[in-house]
C-alpha cells in the first residue's frame, strides 16, 4: 500500500470529515472520496460508514489500520531519517591515540555524548607506546591524536588539549618534606626508558636522581599507588589525579608554565564526520575548565 494513502487514513480517523481532511491533503473532496474507495478495494473490507451529511464514521477495521499505520511511517521515517544522516555522518567512527589520553579524556567525554549519537559506533584504538603518527591516521582512522603537530595540505591538524604535568605527593609529608629533600618521597613513575620524573625534575637539576620504589607503565595506577601509600610521589599529568585531588587524596603542584605537552587532533579535510570532530574537539575547553579548578597546594618548589 502507498504510504500516502496509510497517512489519508490516519487524518480521516482523526477527522472523518471529508471537506476539512481534503483541504489538509490540498486535494477536492471528490478527489478524496475516490481514494477512499480504491484503498477499501485494495484492502477489501469498508473502513468507514457513509453517514450522509454528517460524515464518515471510522469503523473498527480503519482503526486497526490506523495502528499499523503508525508503526510502519514511524519505522518508514526512522529509516530515511538515518539514511540522510549516514550519507553525511556514517555510523562508524574510529579514533585512534594514547592509552592515556583515550582512557582519561575521551571515555568520559563520549559516556556523556553517546546519547546524542544514537547510530554511531565509536571505535577506539589504543596506540603503543610510540608516537601517533599521521600515517596512522591515514592507514584506516577516522582521526587520531597526535603528540606533535603534522602539516598535510589535506589533512586538519589542530591542537586539542594541553597538558600540565606538576609534582603528585601523598598528603602525610606535607609540613615536613621541603624543596631541599625532596628525595626523602618514596619517588614512582612509568618506566626506566619514559621516565617523567627524570623528564621534569632530574633532567632540570631540581633534584637529584632519587630511589624509585615503583615503576609501573599505566600513569593511572601510579597516581593510586601514590594516594595509597603514605611518603610517595611522582610527577605526572594533571588529568591523571584530578578525581583524586578533588577528594584530598594527593596534593598536586604545577611544576610551571613550560611543564606541559600539547595533543593534536588529526582527520582528513574532507571527512564526513564533521558533527562528531566538532564535538570531540570541544574537549579542550573542558579540559581548560577542568585546569582552572585545581586546587592550591603546598609550595614544595621556590
Excluded at 620524573?197 to 632540570?204: A, G, S
Excluded at 637529584?208 to 610521589?233: M, R
Aim: glycine content about 4%; proline content about 6%; aromatic content about 8%.
Amino acid at each position: 500500500m502507498d504510504l500516502n494513502n496509510l497517512r489519508t487514513i490516519q487524518l480521516l480517523v482523526a477527522d472523518p470529515n471529508l471537506s476539512r481532511t481534503a483541504e489538509r491533503l490540498h486535494m477536492t473532496q471528490s478527489a478524496l472520496s475516490k481514494r477512499v474507495h480504491a484503498i477499501e478495494e485494495e484492502l477489501g473490507c469498508l473502513l468507514f460508514e457513509r453517514r450522509g451529511p454528517r460524515g464518515l464514521r471510522p469503523l473498527q477495521q480503519a482503526l486497526d489500520l490506523v495502528g499499523i499505520a503508525e508503526k510502519v511511517l514511524s519505522t518508514w521515517d526512522a529509516g530515511v531519517k538515518r539514511i540522510k544522516s549516514s550519507a553525511t555522518e556514517p555510523e562508524h567512527f574510529v579514533l585512534v591515540g594514547p592509552q592515556l589520553f583515550l582512557r582519561e579524556i575521551v571515555l568520559p567525554w563520549w559516556t556523556k555524548m553517546a546519547p546524542k549519537f544514537p547510530s554511531l559506533q565509536f571505535e577506539v584504538q589504543v596506540s603503543s607506546l610510540e608516537r601517533v603518527s599521521l600515517d596512522t591516521v591515514k592507514a584506516g582512522a577516522d582521526a587520531g591524536i597526535l603528540e606533535h603537530k603534522e602539516e598535510l595540505a589535506d589533512f586538519v591538524c589542530k591542537s586539542i588539549y594541553t597538558e600540565h604535568w606538576g609534582i603528585v605527593r601523598h598528603p602525610s609529608l606535607a609540613k615536613s618534606v621541603t624543596a631541599s629533600d625532596m628525595r626523602a618521597y618514596k619517588w614512582g613513575t612509568y618506566s626506566v626508558r619514559e621516565n617523567p620524573v627524570d623528564t621534569w625534575l632530574v633532567q632540570r637539576q631540581i633534584i637529584a636522581p632519587p630511589h624509585y620504589h615503583l615503576f609501573w607503565q599505566d600513569l593511572t595506577a601510579i597516581a593510586v599507588w601514590v594516594s595509597e601509600t603514605p611518603g610517595a610521589a611522582s610527577v605526572l599529568p594533571w588529568h591523571t589525579v584530578v578525581w583524586l585531588a578533588k577528594r584530598n587524596k594527593v596534593l598536586f603542584e604545577p611544576l610551571g608554565p613550560d611543564a606541559k605537552t600539547r595533543l593534536y587532533l588529526a582527520y582528513p579535510r574532507n571527512s564526513p564526520h564533521s558533527v562528531l570532530l566538532e564535538a570531540l574537539s570541544k574537549i579542550a575547553e573542558e579540559a581548560h575548565t577542568q585546569q582552572a579548578s585545581k586546587p592550591q597546594t603546598q609550595k614544595l618548589l621556590k
